[in-house]
């Protein structure tokens, strides 16, 4: 009886494992099968049809649709992405509106007369971020002297008398949109690192 016993235990232990393998038509047994079949709400792609998938669907979803179908049924005409409400302008964590000045001498000159919303607290992560973009153009002193600047003649030197009493907000126009050599930083570099650097490299001209 023991052995018999012993024996429908193995075999039923051979079994289960059996069932875990997976291999060409058969992968084997979906435990957890919302792990492996969420819906993803993907924000720019937008399937309507609950039965869109169903030749691969291998649970019962609640509310009854197939495995391709991913769209919010909590949103006004099952949107996956809300629409931003009229006449709204999106700010960042600050608070702080875009920056709309155009790519432009006008836009250059007046770009004197913007206010750097940092206080000098933001020197230590400037420097931090000025040796991450800047320094291999600029040099480590803001002398234009980085390690690729005998490849790009020209890098301009932030101690000269033509830049000594540039404006924070000259530096911050001029990494968002470039200037002469030196390309736009504007998608690399948010508004507030880019005021930081800004902030530090005003402390480098002094």
């Given at each position: 009886?023991?052995?018999?016993?012993?024996?429908?235990?193995?075999?039923?232990?051979?079994?289960?494992?059996?069932?875990?393998g997976a291999g060409g038509d058969n992968q084997g047994t979906?435990?957890?099968p919302n792990m492996y079949h969420s819906v993803a709400y993907e924000p720019y792609t937008q399937i309507t049809d609950p039965n869109a998938?169903?030749?691969?669907?291998?649970?019962?979803?609640?509310?009854?649709?197939?495995?391709?179908?991913?769209?919010?049924?909590?949103?006004?005409?099952?949107?996956?992405?809300?629409?931003?409400?009229?006449n709204t302008v999106p700010r960042n964590k600050q608070g702080w509106l875009p920056y709309r000045a155009g790519d432009d001498s006008t836009s250059l000159r007046l770009s004197d007369r913007l206010k750097n919303p940092l206080d000098s607290t933001a020197v230590a992560d400037g420097k931090l971020l000025y040796e991450t973009y800047c320094d291999h153009c600029h040099g480590p002193k803001?002398?234009?002297?980085?390690?690729?600047?005998?490849k790009y003649p020209g890098v301009p030197n932030y101690k000269s008398d033509a830049l000594k009493n540039i404006t924070e907000g000259h530096i911050f126009?001029?990494?968002?949109?470039?200037?002469?050599?030196?390309?736009?930083?504007?998608?690399?570099?948010?508004?507030?690192?880019?005021?930081?650097?800004?902030?530090?490299?005003?402390?480098?001209?002094?």
């Open positions: 009886m023991r052995f018999v016993k012993s024996l429908f235990i193995g075999f039923s232990a051979a079994a289960v494992l059996t069932s875990c979906e435990y957890a998938g169903s030749w691969v669907t291998s649970i019962e979803y609640p509310d009854g649709h197939s495995e391709f179908y991913n769209s919010n049924n909590f949103n006004p005409h099952r949107m996956n992405m809300r629409e931003i409400p009229a803001g002398e234009g002297n980085g390690k690729v600047a005998d126009h001029v990494i968002t949109y470039g200037k002469g050599l030196m390309k736009p930083h504007g998608s690399q570099v948010s508004p507030e690192d880019r005021w930081k650097i800004a902030k530090y490299v005003k402390t480098l001209q002094k």
